[in-house]
């Protein structure tokens, strides 16, 4: 194994964890109901697909979709 493999392994870890962090404080602040702090972990153009409606694109529209299904905490 050259050093390149173990930086691509060691990158992959972390990436993983990221992902798992992300998760993490996204279900942290639905169950806190922290519209604001939900929405700030999308990117500007980050997209929502519930399955029970359109899919919900754009930071503003998902700020306003948020706040319609849980209100303004």
Same mark, same amino acid.
């Given at each position: %194994?050259? #050093? /390149?493999? !173990? +930086?691509?392994? !060691? @990158? =992959? $870890?972390? &990436?993983?964890?990221? !992902?798992? &962090? $992300? /998760? @993490?404080?996204? /279900? ?5 109901? #922290?519209? =604001?702090? /939900? !929405? #700030? $972990?999308f990117? =500007? &153009?980050? +997209?929502? #697909?519930?399955? =029970?409606? +359109? *899919? *919900? @694109?754009?930071?503003?529209? $998902?700020?306003a979709?948020? @706040?319609? %299904?849980?209100? &303004?905490?």
């Amino acid at each position: %194994m050259g #050093d /390149a493999t !173990i +930086e691509s392994r !060691i @990158r =992959e $870890l972390e &990436d993983r964890e990221a !992902i798992r &962090d $992300l /998760a @993490r404080r996204y /279900a942290h602040c639905v169950w806190q109901k #922290d519209v =604001e702090g /939900a !929405i #700030d $972990l999308f990117t =500007e &153009d980050g +997209e929502m #697909d519930t399955g =029970e409606r +359109e *899919i *919900i @694109r754009g930071k503003k529209t $998902l700020l306003a979709t948020y @706040r319609d %299904m849980v209100g &303004d905490a």
